[in-house]
């Protein structure tokens, strides 16, 4: 089933990010992620774009098949484009297709110093006109709440978004964030821009200040106060900035369902106890907003 059809049925919309280990060795606990995952009952799982090259020699597609047909749930296969050809794209596409997956969420990829970009796709929507072109996927794109760090200025980068829309994104997944007011002001943006697909909040719990510092620093959203002094206060005691982060994430989470957002989509980090927590705190909030 595609991603669109998901939120035609029931909202909102719970999902999953995962993303495939580095060394072989490591799929074994990737399989005790999802199962555990997978108990949870998510709508869909998305599964990262693995190094190594191409979809046919990462472990994206065989994590994403397993997903779907050992555990019975939705998988979305992420799709970049900036480093690959038209013909390799089309070869990545028959190869989601031949390993049932029905879902991609296409993304230009970042710039890599050991790869030349290829001229085929410079943007994420080049490559959603492609694939809308070449097959029947169903297709979800990336937004950025506090814009794309490339973009000038949030305005463009909406108006970036809704080519993405019209090239054929049939869902948005949003950029980690902190503030739910930015991404609410975001919302209204794109409502302005015409922008009339389901939107899912991208929350990603911080239990680790070097990781989300790094990814702050990757993505460009913003702290705010209240994050940082969390940061600070427990960032020396393991457990406590657990606690701390799942109960942020929590509050954060209910806040959003609260204002009838669409979906929520949990970053992970392939930690299973981090959306065990989180979703046994929201799972009553979950069935009250679909009743």
Do not use: W
Not at 159 to 177: E, M, P, Y
């Amino acid at each position: 089933m595609q991603v669109a059809q998901i939120f035609k049925q029931k909202k909102p919309v719970v999902s999953f990010e995962i993303f495939p280990p580095k060394r072989d060795e490591a799929l074994k606990s990737i399989d005790e992620t999802l199962g555990i995952l997978t108990e949870l009952k998510p709508d869909f799982i998305s599964v990262t774009f693995g190094a190594g090259g191409s979809v046919t020699n990462s472990k994206t597609v065989e994590i994403a098949s397993k997903i779907k047909k050992n555990f019975g749930i939705e998988a979305v296969a992420h799709l970049t484009c900036l480093n690959y050809s038209k013909d390799e794209i089309i070869e990545m596409v028959n190869n989601l297709k031949a390993n049932d997956i029905d879902n991609i969420l296409a993304l230009r990829g970042d710039h890599n110093p050991n790869l030349a970009p290829k001229n085929d796709f410079m943007h994420a929507s080049d490559l959603i006109t492609f694939v809308k072109q070449h097959s029947d996927l169903g297709i979800s794109a990336a937004c950025y709440p506090e814009g794309h760090p490339e973009a000038q200025s949030l305005s463009e980068d909406v108006i970036n978004l809704k080519r993405k829309v019209d090239a054929g994104a049939q869902h948005l997944v949003s950029q980690l964030f902190f503030d739910n007011d930015i991404f609410y002001r975001f919302i209204e943006l794109c409502k302005v821009a015409g922008i009339n697909v389901p939107i899912e909040a991208g929350i990603m719990p911080v239990i680790n200040k070097a990781q989300i510092e790094r990814m702050v620093g990757l993505c460009g959203a913003s702290l705010p106060d209240n994050l940082k002094r969390m940061l600070d206060k427990f960032a020396d005691n393991k457990e406590a900035l657990f606690d701390a982060g799942i109960a942020f994430a929590t509050n954060q989470i209910i806040d959003l369902l609260a204002a009838g957002v669409d979906g929520i989509h949990i970053y992970t980090m392939n930690n299973p106890k981090v959306a065990m927590k989180i979703c046994d705190s929201i799972k009553n909030v979950i069935a009250s907003n679909r009743a």
